[in-house]
C-alpha cells in the first residue's frame, strides 16, 4: 500500500499546531474547545479538508496494523485462547462483534452486527489454519457464538462468562425475588391502612398503625438490599452481614436464592473439571426442586449450558478482557462523534488493541 508523501503529514501537522495556538489557553485548559468543536469547525480553522484528514489517519493506522501482523507471521503466531463478545456502535439500533487474543490482548476481528450471519464472517475472513491452535473460547451465552464456534472449532472449549451468568442470576432470580417480597410488604401495607375506619377504636387503630409500619419498614429494607445481596459474603462488613442475615431469617425465598447464590460463586473456585460438572448439575437440581418460580425458570434455562460453565474449572478465563475493550471503544465513538465512516471506525479499533502502538500514544499524549 502506498503511503501519502510524507510533506502532508508535516503541512498538515503545522497548520493545526499553527491555528490551534491562536486559541485563548483558558479555553483549551476548560476543555471547551475539545467539547464543542465540530468538524466543520476544524475544516474552518485548519483550513484541512476532511477527506484529506481521513487518508491521512487511515494510511497512518493501517501501516501500524500491518507493521505488528508482519511481527506476527515471522513470529509464527497462532491465537490460542480467545474471547468473543458485542459491542453497540449505537445501542438500541446497530452493534458490532469483536475477536480477542486473551493472551496476547489484540483485537483480530470487528465486524457488523451481532446475528449468527454476521460472526460466520470471522471464520470467512480468518484462515483456518491460523486457528488451529485455539483450545478455548470465552463468551456469553450468545446462541451464534457457541454453535459456530463448536461448528469450526470442535476441539476448542467453549468457556461461559462467569461474570454474565452471575449478573443475570442477580437481576433474574435475587432482584426478581427481592421486589416481589418487598411488593408484597407493600400491598399488605395497604391492606391494613384500608381496614382503618372514623369507627375503628383508638387502640385498634393504634396496633394497625404500627403493622402498617412495620410492613413500611420491612418494605424500604428490601429495596435497599440490592447490593447486600450481589455482594460477596466474605466482602460484607458485619453491620451489613448482621442486617442481611436478620431479613433473609424472615424471607425464605430470597435466603434460599442468596444460598444459591453463595453456592454458584464457591463452584467457580473448583479447579477440577469432574468436579465442577457434578456440583453444577447438583445446583441446578436443587434450583428446580425449590418450587421458587424465578429460581426455576433460572436453572431450566441455563441447564444446557452445563458443560461450557463447568469448563471454568480447566481455563479460568472470561470476556472481563474484551469488555474492558469496550472503554476504548466508547472514547473513539465520543472522540469520533458524527464520523459515519464505519469502516475507518472499526480499523481506528484494531488499532487500538494493538499493545505496542497503544503504550507509545499514552506516553506521546
Not at 506476527?72 to 480477542?100: N, Q
Not at 449468527?116 to 464472517?121: G, Q, R, T
Not at 463448536?150 to 452471575?166: C, S
Amino acid at each position: 500500500m502506498q503511503l501519502l508523501p510524507r510533506n502532508i503529514y508535516r503541512r498538515n501537522t503545522f497548520q493545526i499546531s499553527r491555528n490551534t495556538d491562536n486559541i485563548p489557553s483558558s479555553k483549551l485548559d476548560q476543555g471547551l474547545f475539545a467539547a464543542k468543536i465540530s468538524i466543520k469547525a476544524i475544516q474552518e480553522l485548519t483550513g484541512i479538508h476532511w477527506d484529506t484528514i481521513r487518508k491521512v489517519q487511515r494510511e497512518i493506522i493501517d501501516e501500524a496494523i500491518l507493521e505488528r501482523e508482519k511481527m506476527l507471521r515471522e513470529e509464527g503466531y497462532k491465537p490460542r485462547i480467545l474471547a468473543v463478545d458485542e459491542f453497540a456502535i449505537h445501542k438500541g439500533h446497530s452493534y458490532a462483534t469483536c475477536v480477542m487474543d486473551l493472551e496476547q490482548g489484540d483485537i483480530l476481528w470487528v465486524g457488523k452486527g451481532r446475528a449468527m450471519k454476521n460472526f460466520e464472517k470471522f471464520f470467512e475472513d480468518v484462515p483456518s489454519d491460523s486457528l488451529s491452535a485455539v483450545i478455548a473460547v470465552a463468551m456469553d451465552m450468545n446462541a451464534s457464538y457457541n454453535k459456530l464456534v463448536t461448528k469450526h472449532l470442535p476441539k476448542a472449549r467453549i468457556v461461559y462468562d462467569r461474570f454474565h451468568m452471575q449478573s443475570q442470576f442477580g437481576r433474574d432470580v435475587l432482584g426478581a425475588v427481592r421486589l416481589d417480597e418487598a411488593r408484597r410488604h407493600k400491598a399488605k401495607e395497604k391492606e391494613i391502612l384500608a381496614d382503618i375506619s372514623d369507627d375503628t377504636d383508638k387502640e385498634t387503630m393504634k396496633s394497625l398503625k404500627q403493622e402498617a409500619k412495620a410492613e413500611k419498614q420491612e418494605y424500604s429494607q428490601l429495596k435497599k438490599l440490592r447490593w447486600s445481596l450481589l455482594t460477596n459474603s466474605d466482602k460484607l462488613s458485619d453491620s451489613k452481614t448482621e442486617q442481611l442475615q436478620s431479613i433473609l431469617q424472615d424471607h425464605y425465598d430470597l435466603a434460599v436464592c442468596y444460598a444459591m447464590k453463595e453456592e454458584m460463586c464457591r463452584l467457580y473456585e473448583l479447579t477440577d473439571y469432574q468436579q465442577a460438572v457434578i456440583g453444577c448439575t447438583k445446583w441446578f437440581q436443587a434450583a428446580k426442586e425449590s418450587g421458587i418460580p424465578a429460581l426455576v425458570r433460572f436453572a431450566v434455562r441455563k441447564e444446557k449450558r452445563l458443560s461450557g460453565l463447568a469448563a471454568h474449572a480447566i481455563y479460568s478465563i472470561s470476556t472481563g478482557k474484551l469488555e474492558g475493550f469496550n472503554n476504548k471503544i466508547k472514547v473513539a465513538k465520543r472522540i469520533g462523534y458524527g464520523y459515519r465512516d464505519d469502516d475507518f471506525f472499526f480499523t481506528l479499533i484494531r488499532y487500538l488493541s494493538i499493545p505496542s502502538v497503544c503504550s507509545r500514544s499514552h506516553k506521546n499524549s
